[in-house]
């Protein structure tokens, strides 16, 4: 199809400088079942920006938790030169697992912000199917302006 066929002009010259700078919009539509659209406020948006920190949180608690247990297998199984090594292993073991812990502790009580506002967001739409919604008929209290 060619451009002067479809907006009436013989050639590109005889159209309209704004016309020739705008380029033919295509657009395809699958039709659905249904739609369903979300309301969502900005405190919420913003929320969801930020993201959850909990997945940071379990990462270090994953890492210093595999470094424990890898110097604590070193301990088990090597001998160290001197007192003050073994020592120095001693407490750094030591304060690798308890940090883990930590960290794993508070990956587990930690509550996930984002996933709490998404639940949140679907639960203001109702999962019935109404007649009304099948029939594409609007529902009860709006009419043809309210929802334009």
């Known amino acids: 199809m060619s451009h002067a066929v479809t ?4 050639n590109t010259f005889d159209m309209p400088k704004s016309d020739v700078d705008q380029k033919e919009l295509v657009i395809r539509r699958g039709r659905v079942d249904s739609l369903d659209i979300y309301e969502v406020k900005e405190n919420e948006l913003l929320t969801l920006e930020r993201g959850s920190t909990r997945g940071e949180v379990f990462n270090f608690a994953v890492a210093l938790v595999s470094a424990g247990l890898t ?20 407490a750094v073991t030591l304060a690798l697992l308890v940090l883990g812990l930590f960290f794993a502790i508070s990956w587990y009580r930690t509550k996930d912000e984002a996933r709490e506002v ?15 919604t099948v029939s594409g008929r609007l529902p009860p209290g709006l009419n043809e302006a309210e929802s334009s």
Not at 7 to 10: A, E, K, L, Q, V
Request: proline content about 5%; aromatic content about 6%; hydrophobic content about 50%.
């Open 7 to 10: 907006t009436g002009y013989r």
């Open 71 to 90: 110097l604590l297998v070193a301990l088990l199984t090597a001998k160290f030169p001197t007192d003050l090594a073994t020592a120095v292993a001693v």
């Open 118 to 132: 998404l639940n949140e967001i679907r639960s203001r739409v109702p999962h019935e199917v109404s007649a009304s």
